[in-house]
């Protein structure tokens, strides 16, 4: 039984069958843990999901922004974009169930190799909560997506505040800040504000902020954090860090994990992709 992690597919479902076969992927025998954004950009969308349906269980993706893009827009809360490639889903006449199970996924995961303990989220950690917390919070938000709040919540799901962490903030402003540190976070400024106007490389941080995962202090440092959303980062691997937006939607390649028998032992596996979107248009 192995364990993987892949990166943003964004659609890709031509790459996605590419690097599973590449892996030799057994879905009664295999874990492969999907870092969010399962739809939009590229030509797959629904592909993708029907393949992740299909393999349930084997295939267990986390929430990244497109795919609660995908729900907005399937509630009506939000209205696609130009750039948008979800008419495939939207139209399909299995959306529905789709867009059910989709609803069912969490924004963040929780998974015990041997005695080491991953940490699966789309953007990230927020650096100020153990993955204890974040479990406690991504569970809170769980519950609204698969309850009858949804749409609601979905009405009120966009906004860059607040930037700051309240343990006693109200909802549906908590909801958000918890929704937007797992899905949209790069950049933090040191006290963990949370800055959505830059998407650079960490390289090229603007002044006054830096990674979320340079914040000093940061509560989860010596856990093992995996994600993705962040492809002008691209691969990073570090003992306590797992970076694998790789860009494949650009034209980059989607990146896949491979762990031995502890999480500090891992293969790279990539296969190229073909460029869906421009990333100057």
């Not at 629904?46 to 269980?57: I, K, M, P, S």
């Not at 909560?129 to 979905?154: D, I, K, Y």
């Not at 962490?165 to 949209?184: I, K, S």
Request: a negative charge; glycine letters at 10%; charged letters at 20%.
């Amino acid at each position: 039984m192995a364990l993987y992690c892949i990166g943003d597919l964004q659609g890709c479902d031509s790459a996605l069958e590419r690097l599973l076969a590449d892996m030799g992927f057994s879905p009664s025998r295999d874990t492969v843990y999907l870092l969010g954004d399962l739809v939009n950009r590229g030509p797959g969308s629904l592909e993708v999901l029907r393949r992740c349906l299909r393999y349930e269980g084997a295939l267990r993706p986390v929430l990244g922004n497109h795919d609660l893009h995908l729900l907005a827009a399937a509630h009506g809360a939000r209205k696609p974009t130009r750039r948008d490639t979800l008419a495939s889903v939207l139209e399909a006449p299995d959306r529905d169930v789709l867009l059910d199970w989709l609803r069912h996924q969490p924004l963040l995961r929780l998974h015990m190799h041997g005695e080491q303990r991953l940490v699966l989220a789309h953007a990230g950690l927020w650096p100020g909560w153990t993955p204890e917390q974040a479990h406690a919070l991504a569970e809170e938000v769980h519950t609204v997506l698969r309850g009858p709040q949804l749409p609601g919540f979905l009405q009120q799901m966009y906004g860059n505040a607040p930037a700051r962490w309240d343990e006693g903030l109200d909802c549906p402003d908590r909801w958000r800040f918890v929704v937007n540190a797992f899905t949209r976070m790069r950049f933090c400024a040191a006290d963990g504000a949370l800055d959505f106007e830059s998407s650079e490389s960490a390289a090229d941080a603007p002044a006054g902020l830096m990674p979320w995962f340079s914040v000093p202090g940061r509560a989860a440092a010596g856990t093992l954090v995996a994600f993705g959303h962040w492809s002008t980062l691209g691969w990073l691997s570090r003992p306590d860090l797992l970076g694998l937006d790789t860009g494949c939607v650009w034209g980059g390649c989607l990146t896949a994990v491979r762990f031995g028998a502890t999480l500090d032992e891992r293969e790279r596996l990539q296969v190229r992709c073909e460029q869906a979107q421009d990333p100057h248009a």
